[in-house]
């Protein structure tokens, strides 16, 4: 089973991954968590390149070394685990390259969805849980949460983008899931933590049986 949490920035998704990881386990299920971009040894070198606020780079540029990050976790990460049985919960997948780099920065998305193909060999989740809240809210909690771990400097690049382009991403996450609904399911992310993994739940249930 393969399993993507998406959503904008502060959202709650690494809450999210953590608690539903808690919760598969106490069900007996072996479960790999990981994430984009960084889930993987040539991943973790790709990621300061990306995440650091100082770095300035072209937009072509920065959706390769995505695809690039992507790759090598399909290959050495991902697609393993899927053979050993295993259930993967990956925090941002190619749905973030098609709100982000597609919506936010204006790249073309049926290009992107033919670049996320081959650079993953295809490869597409089960299920991606969508956590949506408003641009506003979802900064706020990740530029408190910075502030707490010193990571403004080292990881907030995306998060010092206009509000104007966090809100072009949700709208992008939202056509993604009105377009595979058997793909997505929508979360409320104002919710609590806990209320949040009681409908993830629910959502694998209904899928997995
Ligand atoms: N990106 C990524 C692209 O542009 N293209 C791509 O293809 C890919 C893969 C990655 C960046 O790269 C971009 C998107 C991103 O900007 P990242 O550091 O991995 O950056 O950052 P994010 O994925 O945005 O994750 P964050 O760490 O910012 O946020 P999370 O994981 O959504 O949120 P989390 O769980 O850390 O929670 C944030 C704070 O809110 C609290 C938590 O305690 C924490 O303090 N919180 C809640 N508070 C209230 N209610 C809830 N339900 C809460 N859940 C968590």
Redesign the pocket.
């Known amino acids: 089973m393969f399993l993507t949490v998406e ?1 904008g ?7 999210l991954i953590r608690l539903l990881a808690e919760a598969l386990k106490a069900r007996g299920l072996t479960c790999l968590c990981t ?3 960084g889930g993987c040894p040539l991943g973790l070198q790709i990621r300061p390149l ?2 650091q606020r100082a770095q300035t780079m072209n937009n072509r540029a920065e959706l390769l070394l ?1 695809l690039a990050d992507r790759a090598q976790h399909v290959a050495e990460v991902i697609r393993p685990a899927l053979e050993r049985g295993e259930w993967v919960l990956c ?3 190619s749905d ?2 098609i709100a ?2 597609g919506c936010g920065r204006g790249m073309d998305k049926d290009a992107l969805q033919r670049l996320n193909d081959w650079a993953s060999g295809g490869l597409w989740p089960d299920l991606t849980l969508l956590l949506d809240l408003p641009a506003e809210e979802g900064l706020a ?2 530029r ?2 910075n502030g707490l771990t010193h990571r403004e400097e080292s ?1 907030g690049r ?1 998060e010092s983008e206009a509000l104007a382009f966090h809100q072009r991403i949700r709208q992008g996450f939202l056509e993604r899931a009105a377009r595979w609904p058997e793909r997505f399911c929508i979360l409320d ?1 104002r ?3 806990e209320a ?1 993994l009681c409908e993830a739940l629910a959502a694998i249930d209904r899928l997995h049986g």
Do not use: I, W
């Open positions: 959503g920035e502060g959202a709650g998704k690494s809450t994430r984009e971009p990306l995440l995505f925090d941002r997948y973030s390259t982000y780099q909690r990740a408190a949460r990881e995306f992310a919710r609590s933590p949040v």
